[in-house]
């Protein structure tokens, strides 16, 4: 079975911190994912990457950014968080064009 | 531009058969994907529509038509545990071939 998993269920930071979000699957796929989700805007994309030390802007880019050194491991970082950060974090991995395959997520709140 | 619909909630008894349905308007279409969500957890996979048609999985059934940009979700024999959102996602949108574009979701909520 495919493993997606995050450093944290919940983080509770303040504004203007740096914020570390870990995601890391062990199937070896290419491409991952990290996504927000928030009530009544659904699922948007925020960074992906397709190999290691690749990158490239979703569709929310804007306040985030993200690092792939290892094949396994996909970080995003905010770099000094806000209140309009506050959001569902999740990541997702895929082989190619297949399913993409979820993480818990981390319900992250900006106070 | 590119725009997924989906209803925002719907509800059905248990036993019953309900059908959640997703229109969509896309710059290049590949394939349609249905996830389950229930609260607080991950979305997981229920389906992928590449060809017109229908696909079924036990009480779980996929429709896609590529001419109409719409597709449904079917659930049969409803039970409690399939309250949940159902969210539809379309890759291929622009050429990206790994890329999902999300709906909103339906929200599901199944009563006795």
């Known amino acids: 079975d495919v493993k997606v998993t995050q450093s944290s269920r919940y983080l509770v930071k303040r504004t203007g911190e740096k914020v570390f979000l870990e995601c890391v699957q062990d199937?070896?796929?290419?491409?991952m994912f990290w996504y927000r989700q928030d009530p009544g805007l659904g699922l948007r994309l925020i960074y992906f990457?397709?190999?290691?030390?690749?990158?490239e802007k979703g569709d929310i880019p804007e306040g985030y950014s993200v690092s792939r050194e290892k094949k396994e491991r996909f970080s995003l970082i905010l770099e000094s968080a806000s209140t309009n950060q506050t959001s569902m974090y999740l990541c997702?991995?895929?082989?190619?064009?297949?399913?993409?395959?979820f993480g818990p997520g981390t319900r992250l709140t900006v106070l | 531009g590119q725009n997924i619909d989906q209803p925002t909630e719907m509800t059905a008894t248990e036993g019953a058969i309900v059908q959640i349905n997703c229109t969509y308007q896309?710059?290049?279409?590949?394939?349609l994907f249905w996830y389950q969500q229930h609260a607080g957890e991950a979305p997981t996979f229920l389906s992928y529509?590449?060809?017109?048609g229908l696909e079924e999985k036990g009480r779980f059934s996929s429709f896609l038509s590529r001419s109409k940009g719409y597709s449904y979700l079917l659930l049969k024999e409803l039970q409690m545990k399939d309250s949940a959102s159902y969210l539809c996602?379309?890759?291929?949108?622009?050429?990206?071939?790994?890329?999902?574009?999300f709906g909103t979701g339906t929200l599901l909520a199944v009563q006795p």
């Open positions: 996602a379309v890759t291929g949108s622009g050429g990206a071939t790994n890329k999902l574009i």
């Open positions: 990457s397709y190999d290691v030390k690749m990158k």
């Open positions: 997702a991995s895929s082989f190619g064009a297949d399913t993409q395959y």
């Open positions: 199937m070896d796929h290419e491409n």
């Open positions: 529509n590449v060809l017109d």
């Open positions: 896309t710059s290049g279409f590949n394939g």
